[in-house]
């Protein structure tokens, strides 16, 4: 039997239309989906904290409370980018603790943790927080393609993972680049050498993410993760309708409620009605492009940069910037595109594109990286590329968190002017003029409260 996560209230509509989906939809469809038989369903994390408050003007914290008093059967899970948390620089490890207890405390049963550049030593203090106050820690291996990401590569990586004290691992294929028959050896490999769960993560983006899911499952993966149509396919995750029926009556099968599932199509139709219709749900992202097997774009990547050229009024650069895409990844070392990997390769192919320059203009994020401040390259960056970007500057080569001192206590002291509680303190701490500016509206801050906070910051 197959276990099954449901990613539709988090990363479905992160992939297919920017997660924009508001509180009031993701209670509906949980309030169905708890009866299905899930493994788990995923809610929170991603970009949906970011974007409750920036877009939605929802509290993420709130989110989360309200789908937990919802669902009373199934487990909750949630993702987050180790050191870097949810955030775009990493934190100090009484941060990260922080966020473990309070995500645990408000309702969250299972944290899956990656690292952007499978950087091991960025995911340590994740896992012994989240054990800690009680929570199911899983690592996710971001999966990618270069001359460095080899099998054997990943069974090592594996096999650390294990040693370091998580629950489950997860193949986390966020540009949907694995093949059928590698993901066969990549789980046959992996599972002789660990004895944790494995669970694969995949996008349908370029049209062969069931053929590998059937692969995978068949080659003895534990667990894998779909998402109710329609918000699946194109650049989510395969339709739980269509592989649990056709998983039905083997010895795979994940024995899902399909009365349950059937009746929740209704209102995810209505979902994607609605977004298709206000703009925000562009169809170009159920196109299936095997192009990305080349250009390994993740779907929430390719969503944000379909957004961004279309408000630049640049779409026409489209193809452009998916052919700078894999010249910028090859220069930064080959990080796997996913967040903050993605946006940072992403936003530098824009840059390069439509400057018509190569890196005249540069990121503060990639030039953090280059410094050494999200941890180690998989491979030696572009040493040309790096004297244009930062200089002769030095490369740290430690832990990038060693660097830091314990900042909670200081973030509670600097945000007393606003934070209500320690959720508040954490929303400031990873989104600080996004956080301010919702929490002014949320209490109702008067001028005068508000004057005093611009002094702490």
């Known amino acids: 039997m197959v276990r099954i996560v449901e990613t539709s209230v988090r990363d479905g509509h992160q992939s297919l239309f920017a997660t924009r989906m508001n509180t009031e939809e993701v209670l509906k469809l949980c309030s169905i989906l708890d009866n299905a038989g899930y493994h788990a369903i995923e809610v929170w994390g991603g970009a949906t904290f970011d974007a409750c408050m920036r877009f939605l003007n929802e509290d993420p914290w709130d989110r989360l409370r309200a789908v937990r008093a919802f669902c009373k059967k199934t487990k909750l899970q949630m993702l987050f980018r180790g050191q870097n948390i949810l955030g775009y620089r990493h934190y100090s490890d009484d941060v990260v603790d922080m966020f473990c207890k309070k995500s645990i405390e408000n309702g969250i049963d299972i944290i899956r943790v990656f690292d952007a550049l499978n950087d091991i030593r960025n995911l340590s203090q994740a896992v012994t927080s989240t054990k800690k106050y009680g929570g199911e820690c899983q690592i996710a291996l971001s999966y990618t393609t270069s001359p460095v990401h080899t099998i054997d590569y990943y069974v090592s990586l594996a096999k650390d993972v294990e040693k370091l004290g998580a629950d489950s691992l997860c193949i986390k294929d966020m540009a949907g680049v694995l093949l059928p028959e ?226 909670f206590e200081k973030l509670k002291e600097t945000y007393k002017g606003i934070a209500k509680s320690d959720e508040d303190v954490l929303s400031l701490a990873l989104f600080e003029n996004v956080a301010k500016d919702f929490l002014r509206k949320k209490y109702n801050l008067d001028k005068k409260e508000a004057d005093e906070f611009e002094m702490f910051i």
């Open 182 to 407: 590698d993901a066969t050896k990549l789980v046959s490999a992996i599972k002789k050498e660990i004895s944790i769960p494995l669970e694969l993560h995949s996008h349908c983006t370029a049209g062969v993410c069931e053929m590998t899911y059937m692969a995978a499952i068949k080659a003895g993966v534990d667990i894998v993760d779909t998402s109710l149509s329609p918000l699946s396919n194109g650049t989510a995750q395969p339709s739980t309708q269509a592989l649990c029926n056709v998983l039905k009556g083997t010895e795979y099968d994940p024995k899902l409620d399909l009365d349950v599932l059937r009746r929740a199509e209704p209102l995810a139709t209505e979902i994607v009605n609605k977004y298709v219709s206000n703009g925000l749900l562009n169809t170009k992202s159920f196109e299936i492009n095997p192009s990305i097997l080349t250009y390994q774009v993740p779907g929430g990547m390719l969503s944000n940069m379909i957004k961004q050229l279309t408000d630049q009024g640049a779409m026409d650069k489209y193809e452009e910037v998916l052919k700078e895409i894999p010249k910028v990844r090859k220069d930064l070392g080959y990080p796997p595109l996913v967040t903050p990997m993605s946006q940072m390769v992403g936003t530098q192919a824009v840059l390069n594109i439509l400057s018509g320059e190569r890196y005249k203009m540069c990121a503060k994020e990639v030039k953090d990286y280059l410094h050494g401040l999200y941890g180690k390259a998989p491979a030696e960056v572009d040493p040309e590329v790096r004297k244009k970007i930062i200089g002769d500057d030095e490369v740290i080569t430690c832990r990038p968190a060693d660097l830091l001192e314990p900042e």
